[in-house]
């Protein structure tokens, strides 16, 4: 099983730009497809992004679309987050999870098998 750990939050204006990096221990990362959630103060952490195991597939929700875009580097065992146009409602806790389900397109949390820390995002106004 795969750890996690994220990195690259940090506090931005707002129209800024944060780039999230989620690195993987382990030699089985290529098997996991791989996710990215968010959890705002008082409220249900929420599906973000999610990308193949190959990384040739992605999916957002749809208030991410056009701004943030998911790839991931398996040589490096790494996911990313690169984050355009912050808004500060994005203001959150990242988290990586992995997730080895027969299908790659997870956006249900409880599917998840491995979570990273989190980093914190605070965009300001």
């Known amino acids: 099983q795969v750890q996690l750990v994220e990195s690259g939050g940090g506090l931005v204006q707002a129209g800024g730009s944060l780039r999230l990096s989620c690195a993987a221990s382990g030699r089985t990362f290529s098997s996991y497809a791989m996710g990215w959630f968010r959890q705002a103060p008082g409220k249900d952490r929420e599906f973000v992004a999610v990308i193949s195991w190959s990384g040739g597939s992605t999916s957002y929700a749809d208030s991410m679309k056009g701004r943030f875009t998911i790839s991931r580097d398996n040589a490096k065992n790494t996911v990313y987050l690169q984050m355009n146009s912050l808004k500060p409602e994005d203001t959150a806790v990242y988290y990586c999870?992995?997730?080895?389900?027969?299908?790659?397109?997870?956006?249900?949390?409880?599917?998840?098998?491995?979570w990273g820390q989190g980093t914190q995002v605070t965009v300001s106004s």
């Open positions: 999870a992995a997730q080895r389900s027969t299908s790659w397109s997870v956006t249900s949390i409880t599917r998840y098998d491995v």
